[in-house]
């Protein structure tokens, strides 16, 4: 069984939290507005990093290891475990999407 959440947020420029009531195992999130981007985070990873897919074709896929992705625990009783977008995947203004999958026991 798999716990899945999807959504939107609008950017901010800052980091943006978003509560699942879980902690993700595998993120991805993509900028609706351009569309020319989409980031991917794997449980495992560093936090505040993520894979980066861009539509160029000289950096078509790239590591960024700050203002990326993380995740967090929180706690069980106020459900409030969930992810963080860094300032990279909060471009002022622009619509993201994301996808957030937890495999559970």
């Known amino acids: ?10 950017g901010t420029g800052a980091a943006v939290t978003v509560e699942l009531g879980f902690t993700p195992d595998y993120i991805r999130v993509w900028n609706e507005t351009d569309g020319d981007e989409a980031y991917e985070w794997f449980k ?8 980066k897919s861009g539509n160029s074709a000289s950096t078509q896929f790239s590591k960024i290891t700050s ?10 009783a106020d459900k409030s475990a969930g992810i963080t977008f860094g300032s990279a995947l909060s471009e002022s203004g622009k619509t993201w999407r994301y996808a957030a999958f937890r495999e559970l026991d």
């Open 1 to 10: 069984m798999n716990a899945v959440k999807t959504g939107s947020y609008v």
């Open 44 to 51: 495992g990873m560093t936090n505040g990093h993520a894979l």
């Open 67 to 76: 203002n990326g992705i993380s995740a967090y625990a929180g706690t069980v």
